[in-house]
Structure formats: C-alpha cells, structure tokens
C-alpha cells in the first residue's frame, strides 16, 4: 500500500503560480509513476499531468502544456506540480495518484491522495 498526501493548494489571481506538493508513504521502495488529475465542479476528473518512476519520461495535458512542469524526488518521496500562468478554468480540486507505469487513464492509477484545492481568480 501506499499513501499520498498532497498540499500546495490556494486561493491565487490569475497569471499567477503555485506549487503543489505529494508525499508518498509505505510501500515506496517500487519506482512508481506519479500523476496529477483534477476535477472542476460538475465535471469529471481529468488527467494533467504524469513522470515516470525514473524521472525521465513526463506527459502533460494539452490543456496545460508549458505551463505545468511535473517533477520528483525520490529522495523524499515527494513529487510536485508546479503550475504557472494560471487561468480561472484551472480552478478544480488537483489529487496525485500512482500507478505501476505512466499512464494517462485514472482507471490505471492504484492510489490516490484525498485531493487539494486550487482556485484562481479572474
């Protein structure tokens, strides 16, 4: 098993960054792949953004392309979402979860932390 723990989250104007963090526990000896997915009210959960265990192969949305940067370290067992230029339509609930290797689909990922809130204003 293994736990994640995300923070980072806030209230920001648009244009502006914040970075959010995931702390993961217990059975982190395997290198697993990292995701971050987000749920807007009303909408469903979407996929944002994922790295390898190795740290060497990221994938990225198209909706957030060049403004998000996904990173880890393996370290501390932490990964991080540091997001840049956000935009009102980024406002959403932003959780990490794991998986055994980088995909895109949330059916795939087999933890989940609780979820951290971002909201931007206009």
């Known amino acids: 098993q293994v736990q994640l723990v995300e923070s980072g989250g806030g209230l920001v104007q648009a244009g502006g960054s914040l970075r959010l963090s995931c702390a993961a526990s217990g059975r982190t000896s395997i290198m697993y792949t990292m995701g971050w997915f987000r749920q807007a009210p009303a909408k469903e959960r979407e996929f944002v953004a994922a790295i390898s265990g190795s740290g060497r192969t990221t994938y990225y949305a198209d909706a957030v392309k060049g403004r998000f940067t996904i990173s880890r370290d393996s370290a501390k067992n932490t990964s991080y979402l540091q997001m840049n230029s956000l935009k009102p339509e980024d406002t959403a609930v932003y959780y990490c979860?794991?998986?055994?290797?980088?995909?895109?689909?949330?059916?795939?990922?087999?933890?989940w932390g609780q979820g951290t809130q971002v909201t931007v204003s206009s």
């Open positions: 979860a794991a998986a055994k290797a980088l995909f895109v689909v949330e059916s795939r990922y087999d933890f």
